[in-house]
């Protein structure tokens, strides 16, 4: 019998619960398995298949040359641990990777691209709500790896963030837009699948189009 594909899956050290629940529970529909990675693990495993760099706090605006006005609301801890998978992940070019909210951030920085520290003044009054739910659109390109995995060109998605892509970074490109023109996915152009959402896909499991996102990682790997 075959060994199902295993998924590291960032999270922070602290609460993450719900998260993490909902990630694994998405990877092992997929055919993976899934393994909990967080700040403080003594090594991280090295027969991992594939990444999902999770959600949650923002990220230190000083890991892309922004003033720090609020030092106590980072988590510099899990800041480190996930950039430092992020760079190794990035040393194979065979390891799958998907970043959601924060980690599709985070991969951005790591690339040397630069973040908007707060979207909410650039929202639009219809849409300026966070919400779990797929109250937002975000439009793709035809031509991007995304487009063709969630098989849509345009896909409902809900929004729990303020922090957003700006410049994006090395060998990243920008595949889908919302009606706010803020970015919502990046993908790498020179690897196999490396893809970043900002909006949070596993908590949308009842929507074909963002399951087949996990499907689509764990065939990667």
Same mark, same amino acid.
């Given at each position: 019998?075959?060994?199902?594909?295993?998924?590291?899956?960032?999270?922070?050290?602290?609460?993450?619960?719900?998260?993490?629940?909902?990630?694994?529970?998405?990877?092992?529909?997929?055919?993976?398995?899934?393994?909990?990675?967080?700040?403080?693990?003594?090594?991280?495993?090295?027969?991992?298949?594939?990444?999902?760099?999770?959600?949650?706090?923002?990220?230190?605006?000083?890991?892309?040359?922004?003033?720090?006005?609020?030092?106590?609301?980072?988590?510099?801890?899990?800041?480190?641990?996930?950039?430092?998978?992020?760079?190794?992940?990035?040393?194979?070019?065979?390891? @799958?990777?998907?970043?959601? +909210? /924060?980690?599709? #951030?985070?991969?951005? $920085?790591?690339?040397?691209?630069?973040? =908007?520290?707060?979207?909410?003044?650039?929202?639009?009054?219809?849409?300026?709500?966070?919400?779990?739910?797929?109250?937002?659109?975000?439009?793709?390109? @035809?031509?991007?790896?995304? +487009? /063709?995995?969630? #098989?849509?060109?345009? $896909?409902?998605?809900?929004?729990?963030? =303020?922090?957003?892509?700006?410049?994006?970074?090395?060998?990243?490109?920008?595949?889908?837009?919302?009606?706010?023109?803020?970015?919502?996915?990046?993908?790498?152009?020179?690897?196999?699948?490396?893809?970043?959402?900002?909006?949070?896909?596993?908590?949308?499991?009842?929507?074909?189009?963002?399951?087949?996102?996990?499907?689509?990682?764990?065939?990667?790997?």
């Amino acid at each position: 019998m075959a060994r199902r594909p295993r998924v590291g899956i960032t999270g922070p050290s602290r609460r993450g619960n719900a998260a993490w629940f909902f990630t694994a529970w998405a990877i092992a529909s997929a055919g993976g398995q899934a393994v909990r990675l967080r700040p403080g693990i003594h090594s991280v495993p090295a027969d991992l298949d594939g990444l999902v760099i999770g959600g949650g706090d923002d990220i230190d605006p000083v890991l892309y040359d922004e003033p720090d006005d609020e030092p106590d609301v980072y988590d510099a801890e899990r800041d480190q641990f996930e950039r430092e998978i992020i760079a190794e992940a990035l040393k194979r070019d065979d390891m @799958p990777m998907l970043g959601i +909210c /924060r980690g599709a #951030q985070l991969m951005n $920085v790591v690339l040397g691209g630069t973040l =908007h520290k707060d979207v909410r003044h650039m929202r639009l009054p219809r849409n300026n709500r966070d919400t779990v739910l797929p109250l937002k659109f975000a439009r793709l390109k @035809p031509d991007s790896l995304l +487009c /063709r995995t969630l #098989q849509k060109q345009s $896909v409902r998605i809900n929004s729990l963030h =303020h922090q957003a892509i700006r410049r994006t970074g090395e060998g990243l490109r920008a595949v889908a837009m919302d009606g706010d023109h803020i970015v919502q996915a990046v993908e790498h152009l020179a690897r196999r699948f490396t893809i970043g959402v900002q909006w949070h896909p596993e908590y949308l499991p009842y929507m074909p189009a963002h399951r087949r996102l996990f499907q689509r990682l764990v065939a990667a790997c």
